[in-house]
């Protein structure tokens, strides 16, 4: 019988796997990449397509067309297919973000022979009815409206402007008016562009037997594509910067939102891989730096996170935050006292260990599944990070010492360098 008045010893995690991933190449020169395990028989299918809201003319054109594209065809009506999706038991979605186009399906293995003809048709031949425009443009103009109201989208969209240069599509931001003037022919013609018009790259992730295998090789070979090449254009952020805060005065608000980036010039694998347990220790988990002195000792704000962003424009180390706006140069203050004492004071064992157990934790969950594992590919891809990243994360989190920790805040988390931005109620 359990002992129940025993704690259970705390094992250390050690040794973690990541499933291979296969790659080939169809003969329409599609690449698909393969993540096999027989947990069930099911899988989990992703296209993506170089292209997103920072590559067309129009983010809410290509907004409208992924929210559109499962809402009829030349031969099925929207009802029909949602019927469908329904029916087999599958899960479907289209989304976009900056610089990627993605449609996903998750279905059982058996029924993939029904669902994949009308995966294709999808992809080939969708219609984007007006009556389905109308009220999509009517949502996604209310849920815009909305969003423009709120300190966390203006804080985020001031502090952009700090870094991005000027014009670049994250700050250039669209005229919300744009959406009620966009008809089925703008649609349509994104729809060409990108969806017809860009090779996607492909992403099998279950059991993917020989015969699943030959039933996708069949149908996707009969996908017609544009040329494959990269549609994204890609424009550095600003590397040589200097320390600035910019304030935007939103009256009547409970809290205001703080926004602080550091770029991050050049980095090396090796830096980087120690960058992030390091950024970590400052904001990164509850135990951090950041909650435990501005949250929990001093009560400035509910929540605070310093994370690392990772992107093909470059990589920026991320503050956010909420607080009341009379306590918002407060809590830059201290988020700077707070890096000047990582920079110069070396972590204790006890708070290295939780560290570490907290990252190989959070790498733990990358390999709990096979769509987790998938999913962990797909980002690797999505901003250029090698594939033997994971390896090289969990080897450097086991020999990371204190002095790691010490170096990396010195050599990054450059203050000098530190761009504030705040939204709310407080005065310039």
């Known amino acids: ?68 594209l499962l809402n009829g065809t030349t031969q099925h009506t929207s009802d ?23 449609f996903s399906l998750k279905a059982l293995n058996r029924t993939l022979p029904d669902l994949l003809p009308l995966v294709l048709e999808i992809l080939q031949h969708a219609t984007f009815p007006e009556n389905e425009l109308s009220a999509k443009a009517r949502k996604l103009y209310a849920s815009e409206s909305m969003q423009r109201k709120t300190v966390q989208f203006q804080s985020a969209n001031l502090c952009k402007t700090l870094f991005f240069p000027p014009q670049h599509p994250a700050i250039t931001d669209d005229n919300i008016e744009d959406i ?46 544009g040329k494959a090449g990269q549609k994204q254009r890609i424009v ?23 926004d602080i980036a550091i770029p991050i010039g050049n980095c090396s694998e090796a830096d980087y891989y120690k960058l992030r347990p390091t950024t970590v220790a400052l904001g990164g988990y509850f135990g951090s730096r950041l909650n435990k002195i501005i949250r929990e000792e001093k009560g400035l704000t509910y929540g605070i996170r310093a994370s690392i962003v990772n992107t093909l ?21 201290e988020i700077i006292r707070q890096i000047n004492i990582l920079k110069t004071e070396s972590i204790s064992n006890k708070e290295l260990t939780s ?15 096979i ?3 998938l999913d962990y590919y797909i980002s690797c891809y999505t901003v250029g990070v090698p594939l033997n990243s994971f390896a090289e994360r969990e080897k450097t989190i086991h020999n990371l010492t204190a002095e790691d920790i010490t170096t990396a805040a010195k050599t990054y988390f450059n203050t000098n360098k530190m761009l504030a931005a705040i939204a709310g109620d407080i005065k310039e």
């Open 1 to 68: 019988m359990i002992d129940r008045t025993i704690l259970p010893p705390v094992s250390e995690i050690s040794n973690l796997k990541l499933q291979p991933i296969q790659q080939f190449t169809l003969c329409n020169g599609i690449t698909m990449n393969i993540v096999n395990r027989c947990d069930a028989d099911v899988c989990k299918i992703v296209l993506l397509w170089n292209g997103g809201k920072y590559d067309v003319n129009s983010k809410y054109g290509l907004s409208l067309m992924t929210s559109l």
């Open 80 to 102: 029909q297919i949602t019927e469908l999706f329904d029916f087999y038991g599958s899960k479907v979605s289209c989304t976009c973000d900056n610089h990627f186009t993605k």
């Open 180 to 225: 009620k003037n966009i008809t089925q022919d703008d649609i349509i013609a994104i729809y060409n562009d990108v969806i017809k018009g860009v090779k996607p790259e492909i992403y099998l992730a279950g059991n993917i037997t020989q015969e699943v295998l030959s039933i996708l090789k069949a149908t996707f070979e009969n996908l017609q594509t």
């Open 236 to 258: 550095p952020i600003l590397q040589d910067v200097k320390t600035q805060t910019k304030k935007l005065f939103m009256p009547n608000q409970v809290q205001s939102s703080l």
């Open 313 to 333: 424009e470059g990589k920026v180390i991320c503050i956010n935050s909420q607080c009341a706006g009379k306590n918002a140069n407060e809590v830059i203050e």
């Open 355 to 369: 560290v570490r157990r907290y990252y190989l934790s959070a790498l733990s969950n990358t390999s709990e599944s």
């Open 371 to 373: 769509f987790s594992t």
